[in-house]
C-alpha cells in the first residue's frame, strides 16, 4: 500500500520556524516530482512548493517565496519543507503530494498528482 504520511506540524508563534516531512513507503518516488500544498479553514487548497525528481528544480507559491525551502532526499525517500517567518496566514493543514509523471518538472497545478498525504496540521498565533 502506497502512503505518504506528513509529520512535523505544530502550534508555533510568529517570525518562528518548523520543518515538515514526508515520508513514502509502498513505492519509491525518487523519479517523480513532489509538492507541497496547504489548505486554510474556508478556503480551497492551494499549491505551495514543488521540486523535480532530482532536486534541479524548485517553484513556489509567491506568497511563501523566500521563507520556504523544499527539498529532498531520495534514499530516504522523503521530502521536507522548511518553513521560517511563519505568518498568521501560513496557518493551514499542509498536504505533500506525489506526481504521477516520471522525471517531470515540478507543476502548481494538483491535477499532477496522484498520491497525497494525510495532512498535518499548522498553526500560527500573531
Known amino acids: 500500500q502506497v502512503q505518504l504520511v506528513e509529520s512535523g506540524g505544530g502550534l508555533v508563534q510568529a517570525g518562528d520556524s518548523l520543518r515538515l516531512s514526508c515520508a513514502a513507503s509502498g513505492r519509491t518516488f525518487s523519479r517523480n516530482a513532489m509538492g507541497w500544498f496547504r489548505q486554510a479553514p474556508g478556503k480551497e487548497r492551494e499549491f505551495v512548493a514543488g521540486?523535480?525528481?532530482?532536486?534541479?528544480?524548485?517553484i513556489y507559491a509567491d506568497s511563501v517565496k523566500g521563507r520556504f525551502t523544499i527539498s529532498r532526499d531520495n534514499a530516504k525517500n522523503t521530502v521536507y519543507l522548511q518553513m521560517n517567518g511563519l505568518k498568521f496566514d501560513d496557518t493551514a493543514v499542509y498536504y505533500c503530494?506525489?506526481?504521477?509523471?516520471?522525471?517531470?518538472?515540478?507543476?502548481?497545478?494538483?491535477?499532477?498528482?496522484?498520491?497525497w498525504g494525510q495532512g498535518t496540521q499548522v498553526t500560527v498565533s500573531s
Open positions: 521540486i523535480s525528481w532530482n532536486s534541479g528544480a524548485t
Open positions: 503530494a506525489a506526481d504521477s509523471r516520471n522525471f517531470g518538472y515540478p507543476s502548481p497545478g494538483s491535477m499532477n498528482y496522484n498520491y
